[in-house]
């Protein structure tokens, strides 16, 4: 990546909490994630590897930790352009934190209230990223992520409702939908996204899939503090994918409310939905106690 290149990222992503580039992944590379995807799915129990939409839809909605079930997903965390554009933003020294994947089926697909990924895990800095890899072509018909630009700079939001965690930001605290900026564009795009952008994206009402890869990275002397269940258990597969891990936390100011949930829950879509208050944690996949839950 060139230098202009890493500059105007970067000086997008300080700005807005977010910043784009366009066809990062080639058809190809697309392709086969796309086919890693039917082949983690072919199974005769989809839920023994991925969430599925609640009722009778029986359609995945998030497969769990891919690069943990794929290796081509695996590769794609650790792509050389991918990680140009992570350290321009969080600098050269760079741990892979965790991954998901999710699948808006046509006509289907969950709704994501607004959040901040922060809430879900806070560190001792906020060098975090998570890069949003378009793996079909977006638009605001198939559930474009929408954003609010420079919401990272205003600090972390309340995730409570009546006194517990529940992942999203409601009410009078809930960003005015006139702000909203939908991020389209074509597969293979990436959008790269500040733990404190606040975001959200609609059910997907088009005839459409909008498929998208999650890895998320932050930098090496950003520190866990808070492990609960929910949270804790991402720290088993954080690696050094870039520069040299630290020997010291790098301590933002300020004060982080932990998430602390009624009771546990296997994934953003069940805590926000308030599924979690009448099912286990576990839900029906081990993956749920090992995956990210965001």
């Known amino acids: 990546m060139s230098e202009i290149v890493s ?10 909490g977010f910043a784009v580039a366009e066809r990062l992944f080639d058809p190809s590379e697309v392709a086969e994630l796309g086919n890693a995807i039917t082949e983690i799915l072919a199974v005769p129990d989809i839920g023994s590897v991925a969430e599925v939409e609640p009722g009778d839809k029986g359609m995945a909605r ?3 930790s891919p690069t943990q079930q794929h290796p081509a997903f695996e590769r794609a965390a650790a792509h050389p352009g991918l990680l140009d554009h992570v350290e321009a933003l969080i600098g050269p020294d760079i ?3 965790y991954s998901k ?9 969950s ?6 990924d922060f809430a879900y895990y806070p560190h001792t800095n906020t060098d975090l990223v998570t890069a949003l890899v378009y793996l079909d072509d977006t638009t605001v018909e198939n559930s474009a992520l929408q954003v609010v630009p420079g919401s990272h700079r205003q ?5 409570y409702v009546d006194g517990h965690f529940r992942g999203k930001v409601t009410g009078a605290n809930a960003p005015d939908p006139a702000l909203a900026v939908p991020i389209e564009a074509p597969a293979g795009s990436v959008v790269f996204i500040h733990c404190l952008l606040l975001h959200y994206s609609s059910p997907n009402r088009s005839d459409r899939y909008r498929r998208a890869f999650l890895p998320a990275y932050r930098a090496a002397d950003a520190f866990p503090i808070h492990f609960g269940p929910h949270a804790g258990h991402n720290e088993a597969g954080v690696r050094l994918l870039r520069g040299a891990v630290s020997d010291t936390a790098r301590v933002e100011a300020g004060a982080w ?5 009624e009771r546990p829950f296997g994934s953003l879509f069940q805590l926000q939905e308030g599924a979690h208050e009448t099912a286990t944690a576990a ?3 081990g993956y749920a106690t090992t995956e990210a839950s965001r």
Not at 8 to 14: G, I, N, P, R, S
Not at 155 to 159: N, P
Request: glycine letters at 4%.
């Open 7 to 16: 500059a105007t990222l970067a000086k997008e992503y300080q700005e807005n």
């Open 62 to 64: 998030r497969i769990w």
């Open 95 to 97: 741990l892979f934190h």
């Open 101 to 109: 994947l999710h699948l808006k089926a046509p006509q289907v697909g």
């Open 111 to 116: 709704v994501v209230d607004w959040h901040q």
């Open 155 to 159: 600090g972390l939001a309340d995730h």
């Open 257 to 261: 409310r932990l998430p602390l949930a």
């Open 283 to 285: 839900a029906s996949t």
